[in-house]
C-alpha cells in the first residue's frame, strides 16, 4: 500500500495532524514547517530524525511530499493552499478556510484548475455525536430538516495568552464576532447536505473579558440561517462565560440532539433520538461507548472525541482514492464559513438578510473577485472594516504587554498549555 508524504505547516495544532501520521499505517510526516524556531524545536523532540523542519514556506513547500496540512493562523489558510495546490500538493486546511470573498473565489478556482484534493479540517463534525448524527439521518431516521440549534462556546481567557502571544493584531484579537463559525454550524450542514441561501446576524457586547485579554469584537456572534429547503439553523458561538458544544436537530418525523455539557451526561459523546412517522413511538439514547464502537484504543487518545484522527484519516483514504472517504470539499467548505461572514455584514447593515452567495455557479463570481472587505489591514486593503460594529474599542497597551509576559514566562517554563501542546491532541490552536 502507498505511503502518503505529508508536511505539516503549524507544529502547535499540527501536532494533531503529526500524531495522526504516527498512528496511521499508509500516511507520513515527512516535512515541518513554523516560524518559531523554539515551537519546532519542541516538536523535534516526539517527531523522527528523518523529518526535515522548515522556518519558511518557500523552503517547505519545494519538499518532496504529496500532502500539506495548513495548521497556520486561521485567517491565512488561503493563500498558503493556492499555493500548495498549485505546487501540486493536496491540501488539508484547518479553520477557516478563508477570510474575504477574493480569496474564496480564487480558492475554488485553484482547487478546479489543478484537480487537486481540498479537504476542510472542521473536526467537530466527526465528533462521536454529530458524526451519528450524520448517519442516522442519512437513513433518514428523523425525515426532512426543519430546524436546528448549534453552539460552539468557548471562554478561552484562561489560555489566551498562550494562543495570541501577546500580538495586539493577532487574528483571535481582531476577528469579529461571527468569523469563527464552522465548529457550530459546520456539522448541520455536513449531516444534512443542505446548503444556506441567507443569515440574519447578531453581535454580542464587547464585554469585560474581551478588554481583560486584548479582543476587539465582540464576545459571542449569532446567526439566523435560512437553507435551500427552507429549514432554519440557530448558531452561537463565541466566548460567554460556560463552555457548551451542543447540537439539536429537528426533521419531520422526528428529533436528535446531543447532551448538555452542563448534564455532565457525556456531551458530544452521548446522543438522544425520537422519531417516527407521526409521534415519537421510538426513543432512545447512544452512549459514547455506542459512538465509538468503531474507534479503537489509538483513535480514543485523539482530541475532540477522536475527531482529529477521523479528519484526516478521511483524507488519506481520498488521497488514496477510496471513494467512500468522508471528507469536506471547498464547496461544502465555504457553505459553512461563509454564513458567519455575511452575518457580520447584516450586523453592520443594521441585522438585515444578507443572501449567502453559492460559489459553485461560476456565474456569480465576478461579482465578488475583489471583494478584500474583512479585519485584517493587510488583506483588506481600503476595504478594511473594524472587528466591533460601533468601532474598534480602545484596549490599553498594557494588556497585551500583560498577555505576553504571561506568555513568555510559559515558555521559559516549559509548562501548561505549551508543553501540551506537543504532547496532546486536543489543542485548538490553528
Not at 16 to 36: G, L, P
Not at 281 to 307: C, P, R, W
Not at 376 to 386: C, E, F, N, V
Request: with cysteine; glycine share 8%.
Amino acid at each position: 500500500m502507498k505511503t502518503v508524504k505529508i508536511g505539516v505547516m503549524g507544529v502547535y495544532r499540527g501536532t494533531a495532524m503529526i500524531n495522526f501520521c504516527k498512528a496511521s499505517k499508509n500516511a507520513k510526516v515527512v516535512a515541518i514547517c513554523d516560524k518559531s524556531e523554539q515551537a519546532m524545536a519542541e516538536q523535534k523532540k516526539y517527531i523522527d530524525d528523518s523529518v526535515t523542519c522548515y522556518s519558511t514556506f518557500d523552503e517547505f513547500i519545494k519538499h518532496d511530499m504529496d500532502a500539506v496540512v495548513l495548521a497556520n493562523y486561521a485567517n491565512e489558510h488561503a493563500p498558503f493552499a493556492i499555493r500548495c495546490l498549485e505546487a501540486g500538493k493536496h491540501v488539508f486546511s484547518e479553520v477557516l478556510p478563508v477570510q474575504t470573498m477574493k480569496e474564496a473565489v480564487e480558492l475554488v478556482e485553484a482547487v478546479e484548475r489543478t484537480g487537486k484534493i481540498y479537504a476542510y479540517g472542521e473536526n467537530y463534525c466527526y465528533m462521536p455525536g454529530p458524526y451519528r448524527m450524520k448517519k442516522l439521518y442519512r437513513e433518514d431516521k428523523i425525515g426532512e430538516f426543519e430546524y436546528g440549534e448549534c453552539e460552539y462556546v468557548h471562554n478561552c481567557e484562561p489560555i489566551w495568552h498562550s494562543i495570541t502571544y501577546g500580538e495586539r493584531d493577532h487574528w483571535r484579537n481582531n476577528m469579529y464576532a461571527t468569523f469563527y463559525c464552522t465548529h457550530s454550524i459546520g456539522p448541520i450542514i455536513h449531516m444534512t447536505g443542505l446548503r444556506p441561501v441567507s443569515v440574519v446576524g447578531f453581535e454580542g457586547p464587547h464585554i469585560e473579558r474581551n478588554i481583560r485579554t486584548g479582543a476587539k469584537g465582540g464576545g459571542f456572534g449569532l446567526e439566523m440561517i435560512t437553507l435551500n429547503n427552507g429549514g432554519i439553523i440557530k448558531s452561537i458561538h463565541g466566548g460567554l462565560y460556560e463552555n457548551s458544544v451542543w447540537y439539536s436537530v429537528y426533521g419531520s418525523k422526528g428529533r436528535m440532539e446531543t447532551a448538555r455539557e452542563s448534564a455532565r451526561a457525556g456531551d458530544v459523546g452521548r446522543l438522544y433520538i425520537d422519531y417516527d412517522e407521526y409521534s415519537g413511538q421510538y426513543s432512545g439514547a447512544y452512549s459514547s461507548i455506542d459512538l465509538n464502537a468503531e474507534q479503537n484504543d489509538t483513535v480514543a487518545h485523539f482530541g475532540h472525541g477522536g475527531s482529529d484522527f477521523f479528519s484526516m484519516y478521511n483524507f488519506v483514504e481520498k488521497i488514496l482514492g477510496n471513494p467512500d472517504a468522508d471528507t469536506i470539499d471547498v464547496y461544502e467548505a465555504l457553505d459553512m464559513f461563509l454564513p458567519g461572514m455575511f452575518a457580520y455584514r447584516s450586523v453592520l447593515n443594521g441585522n438585515i438578510p444578507m443572501e449567502v452567495p453559492d460559489l459553485r455557479d461560476k456565474n456569480i463570481r465576478d461579482k465578488w473577485r475583489n471583494d478584500t472587505m474583512c479585519t485584517d489591514a493587510k488583506a483588506a486593503g481600503d476595504q478594511l472594516i473594524p472587528s466591533f460594529s460601533k468601532g474598534n474599542p480602545d484596549i490599553p497597551d498594557e494588556v497585551y504587554d500583560k498577555m505576553r509576559e504571561k506568555w513568555l514566562k510559559e515558555l521559559a517554563d516549559d509548562s501548561g498549555y505549551v508543553k501540551s501542546a506537543f504532547t496532546q491532541s486536543s489543542v485548538d490552536n490553528s
